[in-house]
Nanobody, 121 residues
Framework: VQLQASGGGLVQAGGSLRLSCAASVRTYSSHVMGWFRQAPGKAREFVAAIRWGIGRTYYTDSVKGRFTISRDSAQNTVFLQMNNLKPEDTAVYYC???????????????WGQGTQVTVSS
């Protein structure tokens, strides 16, 4: 399984970006696709996740109301729409796949290569 993340970039505070993550093989209803981020010198942290089958979504508190995770089943692609970005959102963003919902990175077996998001103040 290969996950290809894209869509990062440099944006001013208050701006928006949309990240995409395409899977090389079919994603099944039992899978969960997640987004994590890692800022320099910090641990990788959970951002959002979606249950592929029913579409239920989960968010860390700091992004609720600003970020939206969604999926396109036909394209095997998961998205992260990020609005009202803040400088503290600056990090490398990773997509990952797990067999069930979890916020712990070690429980995700497949990872994309990461895409840099930089928010200037």
């Amino acid at each position: 399984v290969q996950l290809q993340a894209s869509g990062g970039g440099l944006v001013q505070a208050g701006g928006s970006l949309r990240l995409s993550c395409a899977a090389s093989v079919r994603t099944y209803s039992s899978h969960v696709m997640g987004w994590f981020r890692q800022a320099p010198g910090k641990a990788r942290e959970f951002v959002a996740a979606i249950r592929w089958g029913i579409g239920r979504t989960y968010y860390t508190d700091s992004v609720k109301g600003r970020f939206t995770i969604s999926r396109d089943s036909a394209q095997n692609t998961v998205f992260l729409q990020m609005n009202n970005l803040k400088p503290e959102d600056t990090a490398v963003y990773y997509c990952a796949r797990a067999n069930g919902y979890d916020t712990t990175p070690s429980n995700y077996g497949y990872w994309g290569q990461g895409t840099q998001v930089t928010v200037s103040s």
